[in-house]
């Protein structure tokens, strides 16, 4: 069957500091892949979508960055992370009809 | 580019009252729609789709038809019940076989 997982669901982090968030998907191969935030009144934004490995593509100019060292692996990550960078992060990659099927969603809170 | 919108909310109800969520679209072309749904503390689930013109979603009792004239996919639940208090997304297919959403609407159905 095909899976989504990401982690940690849940993060509290101190602003300025790194950040890490993975997303692993299983039952498929050569996934677009892509990493959604929804913050708080703004729905949901694309920030990075990759077609394969080591292809990232940026949709908005951020502090984030993304990579995608394996098939089935794409990481969200930041060097120092901003008051604004708070929010809901999704990890997602699209089925049949355009349909999108998403992770669980890991929760940022920078303090 | 593709934007989509629909209806802010929160929208309140007592159960078993009738459900109309507004959204609109702008596209290119024909997108396939969607509505996603998001319960507390979870990622988004697809509730429905409509692939064309004149094509009606339904699933658990709710339904969206595809109006190319009026460019709108308003979803619809003639009685709603407590379980369905949860965030609804309306989306259109885009580049990158990735989807335009909406900014989410807040249902909260009371007892």
């Known amino acids: 069957s095909q899976t989504i997982h990401q982690w940690p669901a849940t993060l509290v982090q101190p602003v300025g500091s790194p950040l890490s968030l993975e997303c692993t998907v299983e039952g498929t191969s050569n996934p677009n892949l892509y990493w959604y935030r929804q913050a708080a009144g703004r729905g949901l934004q694309l920030l990075f979508y990759s077609v394969g490995i080591g292809q990232i593509s940026s949709e908005v100019p951020q502090n984030l960055s993304a990579s995608r060292p394996q098939d089935r692996q794409f990481i969200l990550s930041s060097k120092k992370l901003l008051l604004s960078d708070s929010g809901f992060y999704l990890c997602a990659w699209p089925r049949q009809l355009g349909e999108l099927f998403f992770g669980e969603g890991s929760r940022l809170t920078v303090l | 580019g593709n934007s989509v919108t629909q209806m802010e909310g929160p929208v309140t109800l007592s159960e078993e009252a009738f459900l109309t969520i507004n959204c609109t679209y702008t596209?290119?072309?024909?997108?396939?729609l969607f509505w996603y749904v998001q319960y507390p503390g979870e990622g988004l689930q697809l509730l429905l789709k409509a692939t064309k013109a004149d094509d009606k979603g339904s699933n658990k009792g709710f339904e969206a038809t595809y109006r190319k004239e009026t460019t709108s996919f308003h979803l619809e639940k003639g009685s709603v019940q407590v379980s369905d208090s949860a965030v609804y997304f309306c989306a259109s297919s885009s580049g990158y076989s990735t989807l335009t959403f909406g900014k989410g609407t807040m249902l909260l159905v009371s007892p």
């Open positions: 596209a290119t072309g024909y997108p396939s």
